[in-house]
């Protein structure tokens, strides 16, 4: 069978165990499966959207290469596979540490990562909710450069494959304490504060996989306090529509940035 076919299942499987989890060890114990927005978390972002943008994506790095020819140069076509995909799991992890962080204090840029903040209840779904602008910048950056160095096929595949399972951990409504691994690895005890609904907890913890830049750029945060006040966007009414999710991004600015430093 080939990975093409197994990392759906893979992820499949994974949300499964994770949401087993989240029922046996809650970290929000009256925190709902079907909450507010399941539905339209479920079909319109993390199928309908997924899929089309994953084709737009395509594209478009298919386009770039067919314009530069850079994948013909097999920059790293020769470096192991678990090699190539450590440096594109570093690097952007890098790189999406530097966008989400300039996202919260850039008012424009803000206006799209704000629909990723919009859930009241944080679980193994509510990463799934992000703009599709958002999504089209962060997925091009992600995966042009390993079309374009010329690694495996495969990498791809297990870079989306990893990135999906881990945006459903770190958001994962899981009691988990895992100790000093939160100095290298991301998880929910640091995310679940990012999605604070008071400004000046959602000003930290901007990292994705590694725990590491948010140490080392001074951006970290792990209170005393268990867990935060509440989750999601305080005056803000949010749409509960896919469409009207999407065009609120567009309203007119009024210096509504959500967090500052
Ligand atoms: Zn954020
Ligand atoms: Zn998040």
Do not use: C
């Not at 165990?17 to 539905?39: A, C, D, M, N, S």
């Amino acid at each position: 069978m080939s990975l093409e076919l197994i990392s759906p299942f893979v992820i499949v499987i994974a949300a499964a165990i994770i949401v087993t989890f989240e029922r046996l060890f809650p970290y929000e114990e009256q925190q709902k499966f079907l909450r507010e927005g399941f539905w339209n978390d479920l079909i319109m972002y993390s199928i309908v959207q997924s899929y089309l943008l994953g084709l737009l994506i395509n594209w478009l790095i298919q386009w770039i290469d067919a314009s530069t020819m850079l994948s013909r140069m097999h920059l790293i076509s020769h470096w192991p596979v678990w090699l190539q995909v450590l440096l594109f799991l570093v690097t952007h992890d890098l790189y999406i540490y530097w966008f989400h962080r300039i996202q919260h204090r850039s008012i424009r840029l803000w206006r799209i990562h704000e629909a990723h903040h919009s859930t009241k209840d944080v679980d193994w779904l509510s990463g799934s909710r992000s703009h599709s602008l958002e999504i089209l910048i962060n997925q091009t950056i992600e995966f042009a450069p390993i079309v374009l160095l010329g690694a495996a096929p495969e990498v791809a595949l297990y870079k989306g494959m990893i990135s999906a399972i881990w945006g459903m951990w770190i958001h994962s409504n899981i009691d988990v304490h895992t100790g000093k691994l939160q100095y290298v690895i991301n998880g929910p005890e640091m995310h679940r504060w990012h999605h604070s609904d008071v400004v000046a907890d959602g000003s930290y913890n901007f990292a994705t996989k590694l725990a590491i830049w948010d140490w080392i750029f001074g951006t970290g945060f792990l209170p005393e306090r268990k867990k935060p006040a509440g989750y999601g966007l305080r005056e803000i009414e949010f749409p509960k529509n896919y469409i009207r999710q999407h065009l609120f991004a567009f309203r007119p600015l009024k210096g509504d940035v959500y967090s500052g430093e």
